[in-house]
């Protein structure tokens, strides 16, 4: 049955807009190729009428007290709460994932959103000790000014806030990109915020052509900060652009997440650990597994474990019930996938499930791949190097934990990682040779608001998530205050 949402504009000023030329969109469901709905296709002229808007609204935003942003805030993720059934339906029609996967998005959402309304009390400056008798030093927090936010389609609404919540916290504004795929979840996550009666101009999205929307945040001078979450390529080309305005910038780029199966792994528990990080989202997330090592010892029954786990998987439109698996995004999505596995088959890789799209009946106007499964892999196959971003678990062996880490670091991304052992000795040691920014030890749920999220290497420069999150939107200066000597 066709599903379709009325169309929507986008919102900055405190106001909903079309496009200034007047163009439009189609957000598309990947798991039917139905246009869910039209949006504005904004450029330019859209982006800098928002910066306009955060601009003007940042003097009486910043010089609130931070209880009062906080309680915005607080109101703002009461709102989230109660369109959280309608956003997370949302992020199913654009994005495909299973409605129980999104549904917990939207926990993650409003999370950020509370734990950041708390923290902003905490924006501490300092007295500093001073060798001078007759000064004294004062340190303060204050914030950047009006930011720019752009955001990927795979974690349309939690990333949104993962962002904004600590921008706005310490008294920052901020305008957002939404990834082309998803756009409908972020207006109607900015009108939470609007029905939550935050002040005009503090929080803005727009939609439309991404190269030209961040080429008016990167030539603006008034946006002191762009905060970026998507492929390492543009990354790079965010990090050239800022350069022209010294502009601050925090990137959360590509991943190729390791996960290493010692001889003493608790298979009871690592392997629905590992498969369900593995599937999640049709593997469409950056710290999703990406290289599977496996002692040799184990490798078999761990190969015979995740196949019996794909079997169970019900792959098809997210809304249906039942659903464990959806879609690809996009049509390039399938056709990477394919291409990485006939590589690796062509190269002697063994297919043990799986390894061909879906088509035909239910899944005849959808993006679908099965769930696969590949043995016998090399470190030299492109599938050890680049990120899949599709439901392929390839298995690698290994015979020495010294093997293991090498393999492991052997590429230029430092996302996340992930170790199952049952010696802490071991796994303290191996987390501390991994060159990642993050490691899950026996668990492969390593987000939350309170924990800093990023990478190393070429998976980017910053953190989001907790108390490093509200840094990155933070500026420190320093006051010297001259105190003569009293009577």
Same mark, same amino acid.
């Given at each position: 049955?066709?599903?379709?949402?009325?169309?929507?504009?986008?919102?900055?000023?405190?106001?909903?807009?079309?496009?200034?030329? !007047?163009?439009?969109?189609?957000?598309?469901?990947?798991?039917?190729?139905?246009?869910?709905?039209?949006?504005?296709?904004?450029?330019?002229?859209?982006?800098?009428?928002?910066?306009?808007?955060?601009?003007?609204?940042?003097?009486?935003?910043?010089?609130?007290?931070?209880?009062?942003?906080?309680?915005?805030?607080?109101?703002?993720? /009461?709102?989230?709460?109660?369109?959280?059934?309608?956003?997370?339906?949302?992020?199913?029609?654009?994005?495909?994932? $299973? +409605?129980?996967?999104?549904?917990?998005?939207?926990?993650?959402?409003? /999370?950020?959103?509370? @734990?950041?309304?708390?923290?902003?009390?905490?924006?501490?400056?300092? @007295?500093?000790?001073?060798?001078?008798?007759?000064? #004294?030093?004062?340190?303060?927090?204050?914030?950047?000014?009006?930011?720019?936010?752009?955001?990927? @389609?795979?974690?349309?609404?939690?990333?949104?806030?993962?962002?904004?919540?600590?921008?706005?916290?310490?008294?920052?504004?901020?305008?957002?990109?939404?990834?082309?795929?998803?756009?409908?979840?972020?207006?109607?996550?900015?009108?939470?915020?609007?029905?939550?009666?935050?002040?005009?101009?503090?929080?803005?999205?727009?939609?439309?052509?991404?190269?030209?929307?961040?080429?008016?945040?990167?030539?603006?001078?008034?946006?002191?900060?762009?905060?970026?979450?998507?492929?390492?390529?543009?990354?790079?080309?965010?990090?050239?652009?800022?350069?022209?305005?010294?502009? #601050?910038?925090? +990137?959360?780029?590509?991943?190729?997440?390791?996960?290493?199966?010692?001889?003493?792994?608790?298979?009871?528990?690592?392997?629905?650990?590992?498969?369900?990080?593995?599937?999640?989202?049709?593997?469409?997330?950056?710290?999703?597994?990406?290289?599977?090592?496996?002692?040799?010892?184990?490798?078999?029954?761990?190969?015979?474990?995740?196949?019996?786990?794909?079997?169970?998987?019900?792959?098809?439109?997210?809304?249906?019930?039942?659903?464990?698996?959806?879609?690809? &995004?996009?049509?390039?999505?399938?056709?990477?996938?394919?291409?990485?596995?006939?590589?690796?088959?062509? #190269?002697?890789?063994?297919?043990?499930?799986?390894?061909?799209?879906?088509?035909?009946?239910?899944?005849? #106007?959808?993006?679908?791949?099965?769930?696969?499964?590949?043995?016998?892999?090399? $470190? *030299?196959?492109?599938?050890?190097?680049?990120? &899949?971003?599709?439901?392929?678990?390839?298995?690698?062996?290994?015979?020495?934990?010294?093997?293991?880490?090498?393999?492991?670091?052997?590429?230029?991304?430092?996302?996340?990682?992930?170790?199952?052992?049952?010696?802490?000795?071991?796994?303290?040691?191996?987390?501390?040779?991994?060159?990642?920014?993050?490691?899950?030890?026996? /668990?492969?749920?390593? !987000?939350?608001?309170?924990?800093?999220?990023?990478?190393?290497?070429?998976?980017?420069?910053?953190?989001?998530?907790?108390?490093? *999150?509200?840094?990155?939107?933070?500026?420190?200066? +320093?006051?010297?205050?001259?105190?003569?000597? !009293?009577?």
């Amino acid at each position: 049955m066709s599903q379709k949402i009325p169309d929507r504009k986008m919102m900055y000023g405190g106001g909903w807009h079309s496009a200034l030329d !007047g163009a439009t969109f189609g957000s598309v469901n990947p798991a039917n190729a139905e246009v869910v709905a039209q949006v504005p296709l904004g450029g330019a002229a859209d982006a800098r009428a928002a910066v306009d808007a955060a601009h003007a609204a940042f003097p009486a935003w910043s010089r609130r007290t931070a209880a009062d942003r906080a309680l915005l805030m607080h109101r703002v993720a /009461d709102r989230l709460e109660a369109k959280r059934e309608e956003i997370a339906v949302t992020i199913t029609m654009e994005e495909g994932k $299973p +409605l129980a996967e999104s549904r917990n998005e939207m926990r993650l959402t409003i /999370d950020s959103l509370h @734990w950041y309304a708390e923290e902003a009390r905490r924006a501490y400056g300092s @007295w500093i000790p001073d060798p001078v008798p007759n000064r #004294r030093l004062l340190s303060m927090r204050q914030p950047v000014g009006v930011c720019g936010a752009i955001i990927p @389609w795979n974690v349309p609404a939690a990333m949104i806030t993962r962002k904004a919540a600590p921008a706005l916290a310490v008294g920052c504004t901020m305008v957002l990109k939404p990834a082309e795929q998803t756009p409908i979840t972020a207006l109607l996550v900015a009108e939470a915020f609007l029905e939550a009666d935050l002040p005009a101009g503090v929080f803005n999205v727009v939609t439309g052509d991404a190269p030209a929307i961040g080429q008016a945040m990167l030539g603006d001078e008034r946006v002191r900060k762009i905060s970026f979450t998507g492929s390492t390529e543009v990354g790079r080309l965010l990090l050239r652009g800022s350069a022209e305005h010294i502009k #601050r910038i925090s +990137l959360e780029l590509g991943g190729n997440a390791p996960v290493i199966l010692f001889e003493d792994s608790d298979l009871d528990k690592a392997i629905p650990a590992l498969c369900a990080l593995k599937f999640l989202n049709a593997g469409q997330a950056c710290i999703s597994a990406n290289r599977i090592y496996v002692h040799a010892s184990i490798h078999d029954a761990v190969a015979e474990r995740v196949k019996a786990y794909v079997a169970k998987l019900r792959v098809g439109d997210g809304m249906k019930e039942g659903i464990t698996m959806g879609p690809l &995004i996009e049509a390039q999505a399938v056709e990477k996938v394919e291409t990485l596995v006939n590589e690796a088959r062509a #190269r002697g890789a063994e297919l043990l499930v799986g390894g061909e799209r879906l088509t035909g009946g239910t899944y005849a #106007r959808g993006l679908f791949y099965a769930p696969t499964i590949l043995t016998g892999m090399k $470190p *030299g196959m492109r599938m050890a190097g680049q990120e &899949i971003f599709g439901p392929v678990a390839p298995l690698f062996k290994f015979e020495s934990e010294a093997e293991a880490v090498v393999a492991a670091n052997d590429v230029p991304y430092g996302l996340a990682a992930y170790i199952f052992t049952e010696d802490m000795a071991r796994a303290i040691r191996v987390s501390e040779r991994l060159e990642t920014g993050m490691v899950g030890v026996n /668990d492969v749920r390593i !987000g939350a608001a309170e924990a800093p999220f990023g990478g190393v290497k070429q998976s980017g420069i910053g953190r989001e998530g907790g108390r490093e *999150g509200m840094e990155e939107y933070l500026e420190t200066k +320093l006051v010297a205050i001259r105190v003569d000597p !009293g009577a």
